[in-house]
């Protein structure tokens, strides 16, 4: 501590030079895109790279090069593209849900969003809804009224604390009404059950996708500019108040902006786990917890992470296919007991 | 100015001070000294507009602090709370920024020149680069007065009043930092005309460097003026329960000592 007449210093970084996070993130594009012409040219039928770019530009010429396109176009491209909204969307929620709960723990599931979102889907399908089509409004009805019980009862109970219990025991209401459900449901509902409990990109059209990646992104980049509140909450509660950040509204508007992208995806793709923990997590190690360089890399990680594990689910049993769900907890679990076991939190 | 009339203070309705009633001057530094329990950090929080006083008037520039939205309040109010702490890792300079982010208009430039002005002033440049999680608890202290310098300082023009507000910033500082922290405060009380309330358990440290002493006691202000006015012996009885004697500083004898026991 010098007098406080001390001439200002210059700090290193020089204006030109980028910072690591932007360089990062401008790699993890780079894979990313890579990664989803990769994934979108491989499955049950086999379509060449090199003519990928003829095929999304061009006409086909030939019924072999029709079939490829009608699979590009009206399959693999959705589904890609659920992919990378659902997976930007569940990191990008996971490292806002972890900063606000100050917790590494913490993901979208711990306060009620995806397992009301799963008792929603899976109460539609046991009281008989008629189509599949009613799976998707129920999911994201279940997982609003969750989040909102959890939100309205957490907020009477002082701090984060409050919050993170009620979503503890709204998590336990809706698995034993889940496993209610379970018991009451004949096979061929078991079947759909198991389908949606373990998540899945099938479903994926160009018309479902229209309402969800503009909603998920928009609401995604309305996250992202909360990165200094999430930082000065890394600070604590009181020094956040003490930022200019006033605690009752931060954490509604957090609360809130996640269930409204959550819910969606959950409805959409059924329950997939890890991601959201997982991939914040490894980018917290690799680039710190500044939130302005975390949140962007994050959603990035994660729509890589989730496209890879979809192109491992078509790829690793051709024909037949994994559900996704189940291949991000086989990565993801293990992954996740090698850092706890490799470092302590 | 920040003006406290006839305040009562305290958490879930249970009064722990009454009757406090004291101005922060611009370019003072105003000590808060009493026994363990005596009410000093539930004093700090009130004033600092975190909870709101039971009873009593409490004015920011003549509005009620508590009217105050928190993000113009954390344009003129800046505080160290005691102990902070981080639940994830962040680099030293990006928690010493955090205190700049009630001021979205500095420009990135701006920004480095008071970043390198505050670390500079609380000996903190030499960890700039570094995380703040592998730094020693001393060292953590100073990133965060960086910080709450870095709010204080931010933007002000002269003549602005700006309130500083620290609860035992001494208390993980070894001997020679203890001083620094302090000669800084003072210094950039008188040059910048920050107003300051600190709270300290070193009775000596506090007649060293603050201007007037507030001392708690028995749920209330025991005293209240400058050091040699209020560190007197019954006084300081009453207040920590245990015989003093005030000597002449032997290094400057307008200055008091104080000796316990």
């Given at each position: 501590m010098s007098s406080p007449t001390t001439p200002a210093l210059t700090i290193a970084s020089s204006p030109l030079q980028l910072p690591r996070g932007l360089i990062v993130l401008l790699a993890l594009l780079a894979v990313l895109i890579l990664l989803v012409l990769v994934s979108s040219a491989s499955g049950a039928v086999r379509i060449p790279f090199a003519e990928l770019p003829r095929l999304l530009f061009g006409t086909p010429t030939s019924d072999e090069e029709l079939l490829w396109r009608n699979v590009l176009l009206e399959v693999r491209l959705p589904r890609v593209a659920l992919a990378v909204v659902a997976g930007a969307g569940l990191t990008l929620t996971g490292a806002a849900i972890q900063a606000l709960f100050r917790n590494p723990l913490a993901e979208p599931g711990l306060i009620g969003i995806s397992s009301g979102g799963a008792l929603g889907a899976v109460a539609a399908i046991v009281l008989g809804a008629p189509a599949m089509i009613w799976l998707a409004p129920a999911a994201f009805l279940g997982s609003v009224v969750a989040t909102s019980l959890c939100y309205h009862i957490g907020k009477r109970q002082q701090g984060v604390g409050g919050l993170l219990l009620t979503g503890v025991a709204i998590n336990v209401v809706c698995g034993s009404l889940i496993g209610l459900f379970t018991y009451l449901a004949d096979d061929n509902q078991l079947r759909s059950l198991t389908f949606w409990n373990m998540g899945s990109l099938a479903g994926a059209t160009w018309s479902s996708l229209a309402f969800l990646a503009p909603w998920t992104l928009g609401l995604c980049l309305l996250l992202l500019r909360q990165w200094r509140a999430l930082n000065a909450l890394l600070l604590g509660e009181r020094e956040a108040q003490h930022l200019g950040f006033a605690m009752k509204p931060v954490r509604r508007k957090l609360v809130l902006l996640v269930a409204l992208i959550v819910g969606p995806l959950v409805a959409a793709t059924g329950v997939i786990g890890f991601v959201g923990l997982v991939v914040p997590h490894l980018v917290r190690l690799t680039l710190g917890a500044d939130h302005r360089w975390l949140l962007p890399n994050a959603m990035v990680a994660g729509a890589i992470a989730l496209t890879l594990a979809d192109w491992l689910a078509r790829v690793a049993v051709i024909p037949a296919e994994l559900p996704i769900g189940i291949v991000t907890s086989l990565i993801g679990g293990p992954f996740f007991l090698w850092l706890l076991a490799r470092r302590a939190f | 100015m920040l003006v406290a009339e006839q305040l009562s203070c305290g958490r879930n309705g249970r009064a722990v001070l009454e009757g406090v009633s004291l101005q922060l001057l611009p370019g003072e530094v105003l000590g808060v000294l009493g026994a363990n329990g005596a009410g000093k950090s539930t004093l700090l929080a009130t004033l600092a507009g975190e909870i709101a006083p039971l009873a009593g008037q409490l004015h920011l520039a003549a509005k009620p602090l508590l009217h105050i939205a928190a993000e113009t309040l954390a344009r003129s109010r800046t505080v160290l709370p005691q102990s902070p702490s981080l639940s994830f890792d962040l680099g030293v300079r990006e928690i010493v920024a955090a205190g700049a982010y009630p001021f979205p208009e500095l420009s990135p430039r701006e920004l480095e020149t008071l970043l390198a002005r505050t670390l500079a002033l609380a000996d903190a440049t030499a960890f700039t680069?570094?995380?703040?999680?592998?730094?020693s608890g001393g060292e953590q202290q100073r990133v965060q007065f960086a910080r709450v310098l870095t709010q204080a300082l931010a933007g002000k023009v002269v003549g602005e009043y700006r309130v500083l507000m620290l609860d035992e910033p001494t208390a993980n500082l070894d001997p020679r930092h203890q001083l620094l922290l302090l000669r800084t405060v003072s210094a950039l009380a008188k040059s910048e005309g920050l107003a300051v309330l600190v709270v300290l358990h070193d009775v000596n440290l506090a007649a060293q460097w603050c201007d007037r002493l507030l001392l708690l006691a028995d749920g209330g202000v025991a005293a209240l003026g400058s050091p040699d006015e209020v560190l007197i012996p019954p006084v300081l009885q009453a207040v920590y329960g245990v015989a003093a004697t005030v000597l002449p500083h032997p290094a400057s004898a307008a200055r008091r000592l104080v000796l316990f026991g």
């Open positions: - | 680069a570094r995380r703040y999680l592998a730094l």
